[in-house]
């Protein structure tokens, strides 16, 4: 497996979260805490699982952050279970897994076509080499 950079943004589709019924009941703060979190996870992986930590990564004093992070919020991670001083957010890890799957399935696609081009009798590719020659 080749070493791909991470993907720089993530797709999210209103209906989804807007349907759910933990959001729905959040209070702005609680949002804006889940959509900071979300996209500090997406950056990272994964977040602190201990407050206060989590506050210095977030930047806010930590009685703040224990006002908000309310269960409704922590639904959406998880704590690593390779490293339980770890959370991240299994929506996100899911979608990261796809888009690598999606990735290397092209790729593997792209070789099987450069290789059904090139090693082809009948082919019109023309190499580097010849194409040089040729202007």
Not at 6 to 28: G, K, T
């Amino acid at each position: 497996m080749s070493c791909m950079p991470q993907p720089p943004a993530y797709q999210e589709y209103p209906a989804d979260i807007l349907n759910d019924v933990n959001f729905i009941q959040m209070s702005m703060a609680e949002r804006g805490l889940l959509w900071t979190m979300r996209m500090l996870c997406w950056k990272n992986i994964h977040l602190p699982a201990d407050n206060t930590t989590l506050a210095k990564v977030l930047m806010i004093p930590e009685e703040i952050l224990n006002s908000i992070i309310h269960p409704r919020v922590q639904d959406f991670f998880k704590v690593d279970h390779n490293d339980p001083t770890k959370v991240f957010c299994p929506s996100l890890e899911d979608y990261r897994h796809e888009i690598q799957k999606r990735r290397e399935r092209r790729s593997k696609a792209g070789k099987a076509g450069a290789d059904a081009r090139w090693s082809s009798d009948d082919s019109n590719a023309i190499s580097g080499e010849i194409a040089q020659e040729e202007r």
